[in-house]
DNA sequence: GTGAAAGCGCTAACAT
DNA sequence: ATGTTAGCGCTTTCAC
């Protein structure tokens, strides 16, 4: 079973196979009669053009690689999505190349994308990487790049990314304004960026309100529900006194609200709690959890705009995007003091 | 800035260009000499293969395609993630294809796929399609594929699903063998398989324990947790006598556990509550939440495995496989009353 | 063991 | 307006 190509609709109409190719492209140079004649045999036939071929000679795969980290993290799925989006109003398609639980595979599939012929790549997935020398020869190369909220020392990258300092400031300042003064934080795993980055917005709220950045008002967790609750816990033996709690992540502040439940402290009255991300159950917490929305799938589009831009014009100046975050106010942070 | 060919690298040694075919194809007929010197070659000019160009010429892209619906989906998600991952072991990549919020672009995208040559498509979301004739056209043109939890009325199709008639026979008898009579039943929307699997097997639940099945106990959501919160609200206005709840996804389910308590009853003491997913928030619900897990990452890697035997075998009998799922208990459907 | 020739399905110049 | 020629980067005969 032979696919059919651009010379069986060729043969069948009675004329050379470029024509054909003119009609299929929308090209002038053709008689409208003949033009009828082969897009009727096209559909007869049901021929359709092989992308592969065309690619070949034109050099031009419309295609994107896609690499990725984790399908079960709602920020980067979200991302994904809006990304694919925006790809295919462009014309382009996504190759998946992700590299789940398996960092260390990474530049294998960058390789198998390249070979692929994207025309470019986009990394939605954080910034854990070790091994980095596999980005460096893509930039080398002048592959074009855009990352989300990754950034590689040492480079310019063109990132788009959240202002999470800004969104871990708001976050925090919703508790201060409320008069707290002993605000535990749960911080995400070392290494992130925006882990920093929310911290030193928490940082920046509690100075404004001349509050001491106290270490011992503070634990980590990996973003799982799991690792809030233990975080909480630990807070709660290290610093009882704490009324209020950032927690990183909308997973992770679940996590803690269940640890303090456990511990007998109400939420909001005895301690309140801002999370961050604005999941969909967030709304339908116990209590309903204030947080910080991010946009997400925003980012995805800007993302893709950016490389394809990238595309267009190779030697374009580098560049960090920032979007704004909003302050979602439910019931967990409680009201004025 | 030209790509590195097969000829700039035989030109480089001083081979003939075929040379160097065979050795980046582990040909054997090529003195070791010779293959050292290509090998040699290629790392310095950093040669790689247009995966574009062979595809051209073996016609075989290695590529899969995918339709997808929604990345918000935590289900679909998590079959993407696992059948990326087994596609990946097996030398193949996907191309995605999604047509989230818009259905009726799909045979577009179908169209766009199989232009790409890709050799056979996933199609992992819900039977939610209006217009199923591009389905129809693929199988009469015998392109391979697969869909998860997807059937085609009056098509024999491959599809990986879950065992949703036992699953919701789990869930309602993990409720009925605690000596509920009273179940209500949040359905997920009209259209869609699995709900009417799992109301079956709810019914079959019911049955067993000589219980009538009524529609004054049921209503419906779209999968949402708001949805869930207002079937709850109806259902205690219509079925107050209700001591239990089976709540066809854990996002309703969740959304229903809010309705409750606004309502002032108990969970699980007043009213007993069994979702479906078991998402990764279900254990820190308020209460933990008794669901039903599926095994979705499992439907996504079966699911490739499947299509990639209709690859190679195309005219092998078309199946459908259903996986089991399991039971979770929690807090949240109470114990033995 | 290696090279030459042909061709995968298509586009793009150049003829006519 | 249409056909001819060439070539995209590669694999695969078939010679030598």
Redesign the pocket.
């Known amino acids: 079973m032979?696919?059919v190509?651009?010379?069986d609709v060729a043969s069948h109409v009675?004329?050379?196979?470029?024509?054909v190719?003119?009609v299929?492209?929308d090209r002038p140079?053709?008689?409208p009669?003949?033009?009828k004649r082969v897009l009727q045999a096209i559909k007869e036939l049901g021929y359709?053009?092989?992308a592969i071929?065309?690619s070949?000679?034109?050099?031009r795969s419309h295609t994107l690689g896609l690499i990725t980290a984790d399908f079960s993290d709602y920020f980067f799925t979200q991302v994904i999505a809006g990304a694919e989006i925006a790809a295919r109003e462009r014309g382009y398609f996504f190759i998946l190349g992700s590299s789940e639980r398996k960092p260390e595979d990474e530049p294998v599939y960058v390789r198998l994308l390249t070979e692929r012929q994207v025309e470019g790549i986009l990394f939605a997935r954080p910034s854990t990487e070790k091994d980095t020398s596999h980005i460096r020869a893509l930039l080398r190369q002048g592959v074009p790049l855009v990352t989300t909220v990754y950034y590689l020392e040492g480079e310019k990258l063109t990132v788009v990314d959240v202002d999470n300092v800004d969104g871990g400031q708001q976050a925090t300042e919703c508790l201060t304004k409320s008069g707290h003064r002993h605000i535990g934080l749960i911080k995400g795993p070392e290494g992130w960026k925006s882990v920093d980055d929310r911290t030193q917005g928490y940082r920046l709220a509690l100075d404004r309100e001349g509050i001491d950045f106290r270490e011992g008002l503070i634990e980590g967790g990996d973003w799982s529900e799991e690792s809030g609750y233990k975080a909480m816990k630990r807070l709660l033996q290290k610093a009882p006194q704490i009324t209020a709690l950032f927690a990183q992540n909308d997973r992770m502040a679940i996590g803690a609200m269940r640890a303090l439940r456990e511990a007998g402290r109400r939420i909001p009255e005895d301690v309140a709690v801002v999370g961050y991300d604005d999941i969909p159950v967030a709304a339908y917490c116990e209590p309903p959890l204030s947080t910080i929305r991010q946009p997400m799938r925003e980012v995805g589009r800007v993302a893709v705009d950016l490389l394809l831009e990238a595309i267009e014009n190779p030697q374009a100046e580098k560049r960090e995007v920032l979007l704004k975050t909003e302050l979602i106010v439910r019931e967990s942070s409680g009201g004025r003091r």
């Open positions: 032979r696919r190509t651009i010379k009675g004329v050379s196979y470029q024509t190719s003119r299929i492209n140079d053709v008689a009669e003949t033009r359709q053009p092989s071929a065309r070949l000679v034109s050099r």
